[in-house]
Structure formats: structure tokens, C-alpha cells
């Protein structure tokens, strides 16, 4: 089972450049979320999604839109990446309330 | 806002020892607490999911218990050997949202 992939797994863009994240999951599972993780500051919440069509604001979410058009997938853009958005990603997926399954991640770096 | 802290922030022990990882939060309506392993530059990876309702959870060496009441949890890892070496991390649902402690790293010396 292939579980929460996520794509691309490493990415470096200039200041200003826009690109997407990709995560699909095959579990079916209504929620989705996308987390950065910096050093020493654990994993912060930047959107996610109760369902298809569905998005919402979590912690951290300036600088970031997202799109939920199939069930399976969320996507993640920065539209003019900053510097302050070098991180890791982590895309994960649940029923809601019981156990979360996370991608690899993405390491993105901005200069 | 949920808050959910780690402590200590790093631990230092001998093959064998038994290891005690703390974690606290500030809102007790939580759906359930999860219990995550990170290695250096790789995801996350389940290790325990303890419901609201539950006390506590075991699989093999590792135990997590959970009071809700009084929002903590404690992972226990029986007899540490050095692949045990990894970041821990605990979080907890609430609101169909996970929040993160910024975990706790083990190192187990050979």
C-alpha cells in the first residue's frame, strides 16, 4: 500500500517563484492536512481539510493557498515563496479521530 | 489554543535503561494522543494511538499512558537498545486536528 505520498521530495526555488506541493492518499480518508516542521519548533498546522471541496486555516497559514477538488488529493502553493518558507512539509490523512498517516515529506528550500 | 509540550528536550541514556518521555497539553477535550518516532531527515511513524477513553497502550517494549484530566501522557521504552536512537513526538487531537509537542530526542549509547 502505497499510503500518504507526497511530490516533490526536495525543491530549492528563488525568492518571488511560486510552485505546488502534491499529496495523495489511498485510504480514502475524509481529512488531510499539511504541517511545516522547523527546528526545535515540532510540527505547526497550515491548512487542512474535512473533506472534498472543503479547506480551512490552521496555525500558520499566510503565505499559503490550497485546493481539495478530489477527494485524494491536497495540494499545497506558495505563490511568491519567501525565504521564511524554507522547511520541511509533511502532508498526513485520517478518519478524523483515530490514527493520522504521514508522507515523506518535502524539503524545500528557498533562497 | 491546545499547547502541547515536550519535556526533557533531549536524553542522554545506556543501552538498557528503561526510557520515561513526558508529554502535557492545556485542553483536556481531546479526541485521542498519538505517539510518533522521527529519524534524522525522514517522516513520521505511528508507534501508539491511545483513545480518549483509554489509560493506556502497549505494543512490545513501549507503553504510553495517558490522564486526560490531567493532560499528560508518559511513553515508557522498556530495555533501550541504539536503534531506539530517534526523535519522539506526541500529539493530540482535538477539533479533528493534530497539535505537536516539539518532541523529545533519545540517544541510546552502545
Known amino acids: 500500500n502505497a499510503g500518504v505520498t507526497q511530490t516533490p521530495k526536495f525543491r530549492v526555488l528563488k525568492t518571488g517563484q511560486s510552485m505546488t506541493l502534491l499529496c495523495a492518499q489511498d485510504?480514502?480518508?475524509?481529512?488531510m492536512y499539511w504541517y511545516r516542521q522547523d527546528p526545535g519548533m515540532g510540527l505547526r498546522l497550515i491548512h487542512y481539510s474535512v473533506g472534498e471541496g472543503t479547506t480551512a486555516k490552521g496555525e500558520v497559514p499566510d503565505g499559503y493557498n490550497v485546493s481539495r477538488l478530489k477527494k485524494q488529493n491536497f495540494l499545497l502553493g506558495l505563490e511568491s515563496a519567501a525565504p521564511s518558507q524554507t522547511s520541511v512539509y509533511f502532508c498526513a490523512s485520517s478518519r478524523g479521530t483515530v490514527e493520522a498517516f504521514f508522507g515523506q515529506g518535502t524539503r524545500l528550500t528557498v533562497v | 489554543k491546545q499547547e502541547v509540550t515536550q519535556i526533557p528536550a533531549a536524553l542522554s541514556v545506556p543501552e538498557g535503561e528503561n526510557l520515561v518521555l513526558n508529554c502535557s497539553f492545556t485542553?483536556?477535550?481531546?479526541?485521542?494522543l498519538q505517539w510518533f518516532r522521527q529519524d534524522p531527515g525522514k517522516g513520521l511513524t505511528s508507534l501508539l494511538l491511545i483513545q480518549s477513553s483509554q489509560r493506556e497502550q502497549t505494543s512490545g517494549r513501549l507503553n504510553a499512558s495517558l490522564d486526560k484530566s490531567s493532560g499528560r501522557s508518559t511513553l515508557y521504552i522498556a530495555a533501550s537498545q541504539p536503534g531506539d536512537s530517534a526523535t519522539y513526538l506526541c500529539?493530540?487531537?482535538?477539533?479533528?486536528?493534530?497539535?505537536f509537542g516539539a518532541g523529545t530526542t533519545v540517544t541510546v549509547r552502545a
Open positions: 485510504m480514502n480518508h475524509e481529512y
Open positions: 485542553d483536556s477535550a481531546i479526541y485521542n
Open positions: 500529539a493530540v487531537c482535538h477539533d479533528y486536528k493534530l497539535s
